[in-house]
């Protein structure tokens, strides 16, 4: 709400209260002039601040005492005190409606704001899903699951030659067309890479395809930059390569950072061993590359013929590890289809 309507509205409040408060003293009408004020009450509500609601059903509260008093003093006889009983009845029904409301309402902007957070991170079908579990996300667990590196090849010479508006531009359209390719498959974007992505399959949520369906955003990915390139090629503009690397095993997931700055990610020596083998595609110039962990994850899960697709490239000793690791490359060409 416009901080100025609500810092306005406590004073829009205070001329009907005070026009009630004359009337009901004043007036020679019998009746419960009083309850008149949960109209300030519900005046005093649209500012969606609790305290304004219960200093303006306060104010209320004392009006009617003070009119009472005023009028008929400390006596107790006739229908008075009943109307007066019934002004404060109303008021208090109202506040209590009045906060329950409120709370209803920031519940719901808290719940669309968490909506909002996922969707960054999580395709639309998966944040359903997420909001209807109990577990919160912050909580640390463990998972099997495929994690998929992708990274522009050549991004210093490639943008060096552009204006920033224009790097940005471009850096915008290749970050989003990799996340329709991760949410696609029902991947959760763990960070973006500058000029890439971390994505996750598997968590939080695990499925019996997870090693499937990142195998299927890879290919998804690889043809999306040759439909791409197609463009440019039209406009003049130069082709863009990108590198995907995916290894499949187990991950933490959790909050991690200072309390000021929290992000959900998920971390163990499955992130660092894709890490590394995407950044070992160019030396072995596949556009895709994979351990032999995930060639086999993708046979247990049944998808025999993504895994055919795959060229044993042997085994490779990558930075920072000390044990080779067997690598599969897969050809680009391969039909993907479901």
């Given at each position: 709400?416009?901080?100025?309507?609500?810092?306005?509205?406590?004073?829009?409040?205070?001329?009907?209260?005070?026009?009630i408060f004359i009337f009901d003293t004043?007036?020679?009408?019998?009746?419960?002039?009083?309850?008149?004020?949960?109209?300030?009450?519900?005046?005093?509500?649209?500012?969606?601040?609790?305290?304004?609601?219960?200093?303006?059903?306060?104010?209320?509260?004392?009006?009617?005492?003070?009119?009472?008093?005023?009028?008929?003093?400390?006596?107790?006889?006739?229908?008075?005190?009943?109307?007066?009983?019934?002004?404060?009845?109303?008021?208090?029904?109202?506040?209590?409606?009045?906060?329950?409301?409120?709370?209803?309402?920031?519940?719901?902007?808290?719940?669309?704001?968490?909506?909002?957070?996922?969707?960054?991170?999580?395709?639309?079908?998966?944040?359903?899903?997420?909001?209807?579990?109990d577990t919160p996300l912050s909580a640390?667990?463990?998972?099997?699951?495929?994690?998929?590196?992708?990274?522009?090849?050549?991004?210093?010479?490639?943008?060096?030659?552009?204006?920033?508006?224009?790097?940005?531009?471009?850096?915008?359209?290749?970050?989003?067309?990799?996340?329709?390719?991760?949410?696609?498959?029902?991947?959760?974007?763990?960070?973006?890479?500058?000029?890439?992505?971390?994505?996750?399959?598997?968590?939080?949520?695990?499925?019996?395809?997870?090693?499937?369906?990142?195998?299927?955003?890879?290919?998804?990915?690889?043809?999306?930059?040759?439909?791409?390139?197609?463009?440019?090629?039209?406009?003049?503009?130069?082709?863009?390569?990108?590198?995907?690397?995916?290894?499949?095993?187990?991950?933490?997931?959790?909050?991690?950072?200072?309390?000021?700055?929290?992000?959900?990610?998920?971390?163990?020596?499955?992130?660092?061993?894709?890490?590394?083998?995407?950044?070992?595609?160019?030396?072995?110039?596949?556009?895709?590359?994979?351990?032999?962990?995930?060639?086999?994850?993708?046979?247990a899960e049944g998808s025999d013929n993504?895994?055919?697709?795959?060229?044993?490239?042997?085994?490779?000793?990558?930075?920072?590890?000390?044990?080779?690791?067997?690598?599969?490359?897969?050809?680009?060409?391969?039909?993907?289809?479901?």
């Amino acid at each position: 709400m416009d901080v100025r309507k609500a810092s306005f509205l406590p004073f829009v409040a205070v001329a009907p209260g005070i026009g009630i408060f004359i009337f009901d003293t004043v007036s020679p009408l019998q009746f419960a002039v009083a309850v008149l004020y949960v109209v300030v009450v519900l005046v005093a509500a649209t500012s969606y601040r609790r305290r304004v609601v219960l200093m303006t059903s306060g104010a209320c509260v004392g009006l009617t005492v003070l009119s009472y008093a005023i009028v008929h003093g400390f006596q107790i006889a006739g229908t008075a005190p009943l109307r007066s009983v019934m002004s404060l009845v109303a008021i208090g029904i109202t506040t209590f409606l009045s906060l329950r409301i409120l709370s209803i309402t920031e519940r719901l902007k808290e719940t669309e704001r968490h909506r909002t957070n996922l969707a960054r991170y999580f395709s639309p079908q998966r944040v359903k899903q997420l909001l209807e579990i109990d577990t919160p996300l912050s909580a640390a667990r463990q998972e099997r699951a495929a994690v998929l590196f992708v990274d522009m090849i050549g991004s210093t010479a490639y943008f060096s030659r552009l204006m920033p508006d224009a790097t940005i531009e471009i850096l915008r359209g290749l970050l989003a067309l990799l996340s329709a390719s991760v949410f696609a498959h029902n991947g959760t974007i763990d960070k973006f890479l500058g000029d890439g992505l971390m994505a996750v399959f598997g968590a939080p949520e695990p499925s019996a395809v997870d090693a499937t369906s990142a195998a299927r955003c890879a290919l998804e990915i690889q043809a999306s930059i040759d439909r791409w390139n197609e463009r440019c090629q039209r406009t003049g503009g130069a082709a863009i390569r990108v590198a995907v690397g995916i290894h499949y095993g187990d991950v933490v997931q959790g909050d991690v950072g200072s309390d000021d700055h929290l992000e959900l990610t998920v971390v163990g020596d499955t992130v660092n061993l894709a890490s590394r083998v995407e950044a070992y595609c160019r030396p072995l110039e596949a556009a895709v590359l994979v351990t032999r962990a995930f060639v086999d994850a993708l046979c247990a899960e049944g998808s025999d013929n993504l895994a055919a697709g795959f060229r044993d490239e042997g085994h490779h000793t990558l930075r920072g590890l000390s044990e080779p690791v067997h690598l599969y490359s897969m050809r680009r060409s391969l039909d993907h289809e479901h």
